[in-house]
């Protein structure tokens, strides 16, 4: 099943609609890559990645009489998964401030660095940095968050991120604008609150 040549998906489909268990299962099997790497790219913590993959998979068979074939069914299939994503990263509790005590050693060493403008760090401190920089982003609402680690992180085009999102070019680059301006705001008053 692997071959995208040889997955019928229309067929699938229509055999699923007619409660076909192991077209079913066929279907799970060829949308898990996608649905898996968008839950990774956009797991909340505390969410174990599986139970939040069958979370969508559940929608997607429980909303398929919507599907009206508007949009390629991957598509909608990963916009049922970024929506589910962001429900669960709103539903976690957000702490009111983010505090320099809150960083690990090497996160407020690669934070120390970047504000001394030391530029001769480790392996160890790319990690801290990456570590760093998504607490940054946990700060956000879920769609800024989003918005930024798809146009930063993961370096989709506008129109990519439209397609995930459902949402137009304007709004993308307006959220992704303001969503920089308020990362660079957290990171200031780390700053500030670390002298």
Known sequence: MSDETAFDLVGCLQRVRRSDQLAAREL????Y?????????????????????QEVFMKMFSRLEQYQGAVPFPH??????VTTCIDHLRAQ?????????DLSENEADVLDAVLTNESDRGPDDTL??????HKL????????RLVLQLLDLEQKTIAEISTITG???????VRAFRARRKLQKLFLELQRKER
């Open 167 to 173: 949402w137009n070019n304007s709004l993308i680059k």
């Open 137 to 144: 982003l946990d700060q956000l609402k879920p769609a800024d």
């Open 128 to 133: 801290a940095a990456h570590e760093l920089v």
């Open 28 to 31: 799970v099997e060829h949308l």
């Open 93 to 101: 509790k957000r702490r009111p401030e983010f505090r320099w005590a």
């Open 76 to 81: 909608w299939v990963s916009r049922i998964a």
């Open 33 to 53: 890559p996608l649905v898996i790497r968008i839950v990774r790219a956009h797991l909340p913590r505390r969410v174990a990645e599986e139970d939040l993959a």
